[in-house]
């Protein structure tokens, strides 16, 4: 009965090589959010949705995009991956925003 | 934008003790103060959250208080476990329809 599904949950990429991860949800959510989180850290905000509006944190690196092409998906697009981009991704949803988030899983992404 | 300090990072009790973990804002805006568990590589998950419009709030062992004046807000978790050890980050509003900012986390170890 998984609410928020992030595939895959462990991702290795190459250095330089384009990766995408998934996020889909059943709630129905309006909102759904993109976190990065490195070990040992809080959570870091890249980028959300509400509804078809996308809103980019300021310090998100311009290698990240991200992709919601339905109410249930959206896409992480990392398009030259980094050693420093190696980190868990959470992908997390809320109704309207204003309540508590649900979050995926994860995706631990590794780069080689 | 939104700053969340959380205090202490580290935590050691022993079992049937209580943990008291927390946390300041900086936007008197906030109005939405959620607390979220993260055991290790797993998703962080709602334990437990609160509203500018009440000072504080019980489900069972798990409490939070809040006090707008001082912009401060506490997780109290009373009779501790050995499976309440994780992480625990708190969280805040931070303009727009609310985006949470997180705290850094604070590790709860129980000891038997």
């Known amino acids: 009965d998984a609410m928020v599904i992030q595939n895959p949950r462990y991702q290795v990429t190459q250095f330089g090589k384009p990766v995408t991860l998934s996020c889909s949800q059943t709630l129905n959510h309006n909102v759904m959010y993109w976190y990065q989180q490195k070990s040992s850290q809080a959570p870091k905000l890249l980028f959300h949705?509400?509804?078809?509006?996308?809103?980019n944190e300021a310090d998100t690196p311009d290698n990240f995009q991200s992709r919601r092409p339905n109410t249930s998906f959206c896409f992480l697009d990392i398009r030259s991956p980094g050693l420093g981009d190696a980190a868990m991704y959470l992908c997390?949803?809320?109704?309207?925003?204003?309540?508590?988030?649900?979050f995926g899983s994860g995706t631990r992404l590794t780069v080689v | 934008g939104e700053n969340v300090e959380q205090h202490p990072s580290t935590l050691s009790v022993q079992e049937g003790d209580s943990a008291v973990i927390k946390c300041t804002y900086s936007?008197?805006?906030?109005?939405?103060f959620p607390w979220y568990k993260q055991e290790l590589g797993k998703r962080p998950q709602l334990i437990i959250d609160?509203?500018?419009?009440?000072g504080e709030k019980k489900d069972q062992r798990i409490a939070v208080t809040l006090n707008k004046t001082a912009k401060h807000f506490s997780l109290h978790i009373t009779e501790t476990q050995p499976e309440d050890s994780a992480v625990y980050f708190c969280a805040a509003t931070s303009g727009g329809y609310s985006t949470l900012t997180f705290g850094k986390g604070t590790m709860l170890l129980v000891s038997p």
């Open positions: 936007d008197s805006a906030s109005n939405y």
């Open positions: 997390a949803t809320s109704r309207d925003g204003t309540d508590g988030y649900t």
């Open positions: 949705y509400y509804d078809k509006d996308f809103n």
């Open positions: 609160i509203r500018s419009n009440v």
